[in-house]
Nanobody, 126 residues
Framework: QVQLVESGGGLVQAGGSLRLSCAAS????????MGWFRQAPGKEREFVAH????????NYADSVKGRFTISRDNAKNTGYLQMNSLKPEDTAVYFC???????????????????WGQGTQVTVSS
């Protein structure tokens, strides 16, 4: 198993940047693919980005493509989500997720992940 803890959320003005971190503990992080999801008030949780085990293959939701970058440092057991050009509609609780697999298939659905963090709040003011 792996435990995930997100950090790095906060309040930022539109156009600003934040970097979220996802610290993993437990089983070897490099054996998991990683994803980021978000949930805005009153809305369902939605896919943001996916990253393969080695970080080579990435996949993004259309709404964040070109602005967000997912990455990971397996030596540090940490995943990241760099968020640039933030918009008020990016306001949400952001969750990282992981699945033990050797496949680099881009998992975009919640039920494709086995482990979740508790989330970190991102608020973008206009």
């Amino acid at each position: 198993q792996v435990q995930l803890v997100e950090s790095g959320g906060g309040l930022v003005q539109a156009g600003g940047s934040l970097r979220l971190s996802c610290a993993a503990s437990g089983r070897t992080f490099s054996t998991y693919v990683m994803g980021w999801f978000r949930q805005a008030p009153g809305k369902e949780r939605e896919f943001v980005a996916h990253c393969s085990r080695g970080g080579t293959y990435t996949n993004y939701a259309d709404s964040v493509k070109g602005r967000f970058t997912i990455s990971r440092d397996n030596a540090k057991n940490t995943g990241y989500l760099q968020m640039n050009s933030l918009k008020p509609e990016d306001t949400a609780v952001y969750f990282c997720a992981a699945k033990f697999t050797s496949s680099s298939y881009a998992r975009r659905r919640e039920n494709e992940y086995d482990y979740w963090g508790q989330g970190t709040q991102v608020t973008v003011s206009s």
